[in-house]
């Protein structure tokens, strides 16, 4: 079967109003053994939605009995979870298939996918069937729970199925979890995103703004804090935008304030749009000692002209407001931040006012990216007459300001003694553990592993530019 992505469907929507329900997930048990000595491995690319989004899956795989495997050449089911923010997250992906295609030709009985937001592009999907007619598997961000009935369909029937929605689904509960850490846990609180800054893909791939209901959210945190969890992050695109779709009055702030009281030990939440930040958030992020001091307030660019260009909706000014404000109330805020370069026509003192907002709010580190041209959003038509060259130079000139910022934020902590939770071995050194600080900061640490999954104090003993070293002190 196949059903395609249409970007005009998915642009639709911004005339008309859309229904959507909240459906609990059911297992198919019929199909719990369709994966019986079958082994599977997934490739995520993207932000944190894409991660959790491969946690169920993951975890509805293993629901037909499938297991992981992270060596890509022994599994019989190959999903490439993608991305489609910007071009190179596309390349990446092409390439990637390349591989996946040698493995085909050696082994025709593997089976492979493509998922996430890359699927969602009627461009991308024309492309696979084109020319990448060996992928078996196609399924978009509205329709996971789909996927026991897909993967049974093409065992059963050895048939390609795609199958992508252009317009956003109902909002499925209950579909369960193979959660990568055993501490910290991923909890969508909305989908999709209605903001629709020019520049973006996100609105057409995740579709229309869905909150979930309060009831559903706090009975997954209480879940998870009974499995011992010590920390939730509240998951959307835009999470303070929260609740605005219901026409009820309970919004950010009171779902804030109902999780803060579940108890649970930390508690975060991105992404942070500056337009709906009320003072009511501050307020309670004040108030419960368990919300972290740590907000992540993309900025984008420090020019009015080239805000108002990117339709981000709000002024510099009133950014710096918001920003100041967030320092005052919160003590010990750490800020960090998105930044694109080269947006279109991005003049050089539209450049330079970037950097300048950059020097006055010194941010705790920042993601920078330079503009790319995302097919079917309007500034994909926007004329654009800055070469990539000074486009890179730009980016590095950024990044510079940005890395001395992000080391100076660092060197604060040199000596100081702060809450840490250990979540495992570091990566790179196993005779460490690594863990987060109330405010985000990745910390190396010597200390016994009997704390891992605690939140432990550390003192700080030495600092770089994206990390801090510690030994536990407690
Ligand atoms: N919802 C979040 C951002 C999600 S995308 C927000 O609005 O803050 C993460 C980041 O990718 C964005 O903040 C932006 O800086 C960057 N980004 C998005 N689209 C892009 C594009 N077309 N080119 C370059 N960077 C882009
Ligand atoms: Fe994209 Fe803007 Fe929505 Fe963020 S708020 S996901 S940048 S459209
Ligand atoms: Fe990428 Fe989709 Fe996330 S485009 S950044 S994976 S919402």
Known sequence: ?????????????????????????????????????????????????????????????????????????????????????????????????????????????????????????????????????????VFGTHNIHHLPKLLHQIITQQEKEIEVYSKEGDIIENIPAKRDSKYKAWVNIMYGCDKFCTYCIVPYTRGKQRSRKKEDILKEVKQLIKEGYKEVTLLGQNVNAYGKDFNQNYKMENLLEDVALTGIDRIRFVTSHPWDFTDEMIHVIQKYQNIMPYIHLPIQSGSNTVLKRMGRRYTKEQYLTLFYKLKKNIPNCSITTDIIVGFPNETEEE????????????????????FSKREGTPAARMEDSISIEEKNRRLQELNQLVNYYAKAANEKYLHKIVPVLIEGYSDKDKNKLVGYTDTMKLVNIKGDPSAIGNIVKVEITDVKTWSLDGKIVS
């Open 351 to 370: 450049f330079k006012e970037t950097l300048d907002i950059v020097k006055e709010c010194q941010f705790d580190s920042a993601f920078t990216f330079i």
């Open 1 to 137: 079967m196949i059903q395609m992505p249409s970007l005009k469907e998915a642009r639709l929507r911004k005339q008309k109003d859309v229904m959507v329900q909240t459906k609990q997930y059911i297992q198919d048990k019929s199909l719990s053994q369709l994966g019986k000595g079958k082994t599977y491995f997934i490739k995520t690319y993207g932000c944190q939605m894409n991660e959790h989004d491969s946690e169920n899956i993951k975890a509805l795989l293993e629901e037909m009995s499938f297991q992981e495997t992270t060596d890509m050449e022994k599994a019989d089911f190959i999903l490439l979870n993608t991305c489609a923010i910007r071009e190179n997250a596309h390349n990446k992906v092409f390439g990637f298939l390349g591989r996946v295609k040698n493995m085909k030709e050696k082994n025709p009985h593997v089976i492979a996918g493509i998922c996430g937001c890359m699927a969602q592009e009627e461009v991308v999907v024309e492309e696979i069937l084109q020319k990448y007619k060996w992928v078996d598997i």
